[in-house]
């Protein structure tokens, strides 16, 4: 019985089916590949147990095979022992990568610090109790929304969306005055109607802008506070155009734009300030000369001309967060004068608020640029701001609200959102776990803690985007090639190397491969790097058993001659 097995095992008539089996099964898979991506059939096919058993079949074959030879004698022999022993080394070393191997995409931006978390495939489920207790497994998203495993830590993982928000809403039930309030916009014209809430706290839901006008929600204090609420504005204009502070000689001034444009002021006996000119939007124009290309706010800058006995500077100051420019103009280069413009916050010219009094009664206040209208303010109650054709009605009014927060999947491709988890708990409570983002799952047994997260690597030195550059043909916008200009920094070995890594041209640091894989034309400073590391062993595996496999086939057919030969 025993030979019986081992002869059936070691024979064609096994071998061929199997290898049929398995021929069949990777042209499959390549169809497959196609239609789902490398991920799933991964995943599903060359990760799978059920095809790691196949080619633990075909192995134990091929090694059976060659023992049913023994003892080898002769050239055929031995190079067939060979050739099948070299065959089994290329399948370990096959399974080895597959199971083994590391590989995962490392994003850099020359605006942030080296980064040593590789993005790998895959995501990563953590799940903690109040205990503490911390528990974590890699997941997988098949193409049809399935999720592998489909239960883990207590929880049933049910499905998966590429695309869920997150939604606010405010509830009854809080423990400490709260008002809250549900506003819907109407627009006929536009056919769609938008709701928003808005409460007292937390403080990011006091006040929410729609673009050119705010929605807003507040206490007074008295009578004389409501009343000036709910009155025409008295238009404000106190220094529209912000302050400049001068750092210069020990000495500090503030100088308001409004009142000192286009004139000299002097810090003291040897240094003196001209404001020059003003811009609301800078820009520089065709012929590199400084000019404003509208009226609005948007990048503004001032004009400055510092003089002093020993010579004459150009500064050019913004609001927004950029260094300042300077330029000599005549003599030397002056030292110790900083410079730094702020500009007022921009108040919304259109609001629409709700006012609580001291006993919690409602009222409104709407502005437009067309015209101020306010009052008393009731649930159902729709008031028209004077926005296009808007109508803002109160929904809800909530004195007590708590807040609530839930991730729902939307399937409107318009919309942007993050990919989520659902989840279930033993009791039947669901919830949806947004991407990246700790969730606290209230189920009535005991509170969940649960991540659905990005599956990281985390190397063992980092990697920091020094420069990305593009080349691009001559005479021609098109792109020639781009490169990636990086710094690898090891803290183990207290170094830093500088590579260049390009398409086709990888760089190798300690047994990890580090390759371009895209980068971002719409965004120079960003470069993305494919990193893969597979051990020393398992490479040595692999161009092993090819040797042994070239070395049998070539003593089967031609050591027997070399052998005979004179």
């Known amino acids: 019985m025993h030979n019986r097995l081992s002869r059936f095992l070691g024979s064609i008539q096994f071998a061929i089916p199997l290898l049929s089996a398995i021929a069949i099964i990777l042209i499959g898979a390549t169809f497959y590949e196609s239609q789902v991506g490398s991920a799933t059939v991964q995943q599903e096919i060359y990760k799978s147990p059920w095809f790691g058993g196949l080619m633990f079949l075909l192995a134990l074959n091929l090694g059976v095979s060659a023992l049913s030879r023994y003892p080898w004698r002769g050239a055929r022999k031995i190079g067939f022992a060979l050739t099948h022993l070299g065959l089994i080394v290329i399948i370990a070393g096959s399974a080895a990568v597959i199971h083994l191997g590391a590989e995962g995409m490392l994003l850099l931006r020359t605006d942030l610090d080296a980064n040593n978390q590789v993005r790998v495939e895959g995501d990563l489920l953590e799940v903690a109790n109040r205990e503490g207790e911390v528990q974590q497994t890699g997941i997988f ?327 990305f550059i593009v080349d691009r043909n001559e005479g021609s916008e098109s792109v020639a090639m781009w490169t990636s200009k990086i710094a690898i920094e090891d803290p183990h070995q207290d170094n830093i190397e500088e590579r260049k890594v390009w398409m086709n041209h990888p760089t190798w640091y300690q047994g990890w491969k580090i390759a371009q894989a895209s980068w971002n034309p719409g965004d120079l400073k960003q470069s993305t790097l494919q990193v893969k590391r597979e051990p020393a062993w398992v490479t040595g595996l692999t161009w092993s058993g090819s040797g042994l496999v070239v070395l049998g086939i070539f003593i089967m057919f031609y050591g027997r001659g070399l052998v005979s030969k004179p």
């Open 141 to 467: 998203v098949k193409a049809d929304g399935s999720v592998s495993p489909q239960s883990f830590a207590g929880l049933s993982l049910l499905g998966y969306s590429e695309n869920a928000i997150k939604t606010v809403s405010f509830r009854e039930g809080g423990s400490v005055e709260n008002p809250a309030v549900r506003l819907s916009l109407h627009s006929d014209r536009m056919g769609q109607t938008l709701e928003r809430w808005l409460a007292i706290a937390p403080l990011p839901y006091r006040k929410i802008s729609l673009g050119p006008a705010d929605l807003e929600i507040m206490r007074s204090g008295n009578s004389a506070e409501l009343e000036a609420l709910l009155n025409t504005p008295i238009a404000e204009n106190n220094n529209p155009l912000g302050t400049v502070q001068i750092v210069a000689n020990a000495r500090e001034i503030s100088l308001d734009v409004d009142s000192y444009l286009q004139r000299e002021v002097g810090i003291d006996d040897n240094l003196r300030v001209r404001l020059v000119e003003f811009f609301p939007d800078f820009k520089l124009n065709k012929n590199k000369q400084p000019s404003s290309v509208s009226d609005a706010l948007n990048n503004p800058a001032l004009q400055l001309e510092i003089s002093s006995d020993r010579g004459v500077e150009q500064w050019f100051v913004f609001g927004r967060d950029f260094p300042p420019v300077r330029s000599l103009i005549s003599g030397e280069s002056l030292t110790g004068i900083n410079l730094n413009y702020s500009l007022p916050p921009q108040q919304s010219e259109d609001y629409f608020r709700v006012i609580l009094d001291k006993e919690g009664k409602l009222y409104y206040a709407a502005k437009s640029s067309r015209e101020f209208k306010s009052g008393e303010l009731a649930i159902g109650q729709s008031i028209t701001p004077g926005w296009a054709d808007f109508k803002i009605t109160l929904e809800t009014y909530i004195p007590k609200a708590q807040l609530e927060r839930e991730t729902i999947p939307i399937s409107d491709p318009n919309t942007a959102g993050n990919p989520a988890l659902l989840v279930e708990t033993r009791s039947g409570t669901k919830a949806w776990l947004s991407w990246g983002e700790p969730t606290a799952i209230d189920d009535p047994n005991q509170e969940i803690f649960a991540a659905f997260s990005p599956k990281l690597l985390q190397l063992p030195f980092a990697v920091k985007l020094e420069d």
